[in-house]
């Protein structure tokens, strides 16, 4: 049974930080390019930060130099770390996983995160 289980949302004063974590189990994790992706109401989800198996990173250009993505394959995790943050970073925050040449895609349930304006 698949599953991508995220943890560390909440809410953070503004300039503070959080680093979410994403537990996967029932898929081949290393293989996969993880990535996290936010979405707030009426809007349609964003990705905002991505890692392939082989360490490659993108990083939407908002959160660039505030945000970091990083993977433990030994613990099937994928974490980001949240610096900075603004009441723009208001949003669901959803781990997904892909492996890359075919349609096997994953999501989690999602973890709010909440910037106080």
């Known amino acids: 049974q698949v599953q991508l289980v995220e943890s560390g949302g909440g809410l953070v004063q503004p300039g503070g930080s959080l680093r979410l974590s994403c537990a996967a189990s029932?898929?081949?994790?290393?293989?996969?390019?993880m990535s996290w992706r936010r979405q707030t109401p009426g809007k349609e989800r964003e990705l905002v930060a991505s890692?392939?198996?082989?360490?490659?990173?993108y990083y939407a250009g908002s959160v660039k130099g505030r945000f970091t993505i990083s993977r433990d394959n030994a613990k099937n995790t994928v974490y980001l770390q949240m610096n900075s943050l603004t009441s723009d970073d208001t949003a669901v925050y959803y781990c997904?996983?892909?492996?890359?040449?075919?349609?096997?895609?994953?999501w989690g349930q999602g973890t709010q995160v909440t910037g106080s304006a």
């Open positions: 029932g898929f081949g994790f290393s293989r996969y390019t």
């Open positions: 997904h996983g892909a492996l890359p040449g075919s349609f096997n895609t994953y």
């Open positions: 890692m392939t198996s082989s360490g490659y990173t």
